[in-house]
């Protein structure tokens, strides 16, 4: 590690860091969605007029407001934690380049975990999806509809309202889901990293099974090229067959997690 004398950045031990934000992340939208399901309703107010019913009402949507501006706000410091680590650590590398040292790794290798963020419900998206295709290579790489088919037929999230769901491409899909928190509950899933990687190695605490990854080169300004699926077998990506997703030098990643 190239020092300045002044002070020292570990990219890993910061990497763990964003790995324990992304946690409190979750939990954040779990007590999001646990605070929305304690209505009461205002009828149960009548004995004692409208006025403490409209009190509440009011008190619990400052509440649901208030969390999700933190969630936001952990969402984006998360993302911004991320983005200077990894400037961090390419700067250090050429820096040691240029004094002839080697360059280091650039975690490009699929990595898995399972830690403490992993969710049962994991297991289930990924059997799904690669039993739909077990053995064959994907010629449909871009497929919204077999993912959200793998999340339904695991029994994950609320999915009265599929139809809403965009899935004319990977591009329209994600602006949905990143369009509110509320999209993602009702998919069944929350987004846990959102960033550019090199590969999967480069997500904080690694990818995990059942994981709904999106992997966005940037070949084209309405999201050509772009590829989704679902991690399954040790990091390998699945969408109606094994995807072999191109990363080139660098692609926007983005991760989503069933809950």
Avoid: C
């Avoid at 939208?29 to 107010?45: D, R, Y």
């Avoid at 403490?52 to 984006?76: E, F, G, K, P």
């Avoid at 380049?97 to 080697?102: F, I, K, R, S």
């Amino acid at each position: 590690m190239v020092s300045t004398g002044q002070y020292d950045v570990t990219p890993e031990a910061v990497r763990s860091i964003v790995g324990n934000v992304g946690g409190i992340i979750m939990q954040t939208m779990n007590s999001v969605l646990a605070l929305e399901s304690m209505i009461v309703a205002p009828t149960s107010f009548a004995t004692i007029g409208s006025a403490v019913a409209s009190a509440n009402t009011q008190m619990q949507n400052q509440q649901v407001t208030a969390m999700r501006s933190l969630l936001t706000l952990l969402q984006q410091v998360n993302n911004m934690v991320k983005s200077s680590v990894d400037a961090y650590d390419s700067a250090d590398q050429a820096v040691a380049t240029g004094y002839g040292g080697q360059p280091g790794a650039t975690g490009t290798t699929p990595t898995t975990s399972t830690g403490l963020w992993s969710s049962p419900a994991g297991a289930q998206v990924a059997g799904q999806a690669v039993a739909a295709g077990t053995g064959t290579t994907s010629t449909q790489p871009g497929s919204v509809s077999n993912v959200v088919g793998y999340l339904t037929a695991a029994g994950v999230g609320n999915h009265t309202g599929a139809a809403a769901v965009p899935t004319s491409s990977p591009h329209d899909f994600v602006s949905w889901l990143d369009a509110s928190p509320d999209n993602q509950a009702g998919l069944g899933v929350i987004g846990v990293y959102s960033g550019t990687a090199r590969g999967f190695g480069d997500v904080p605490g690694g990818v995990h099974d059942g994981d709904m990854v999106v992997i966005d080169p940037g070949t084209g300004t309405s999201g050509a090229g772009t590829v989704l699926g679902v991690i399954g077998n040790s990091g390998r990506l699945y969408n109606n067959g094994l995807v072999q997703p191109d990363f080139g030098d660098v692609a926007t990643l983005r991760v989503y997690r069933p809950m």
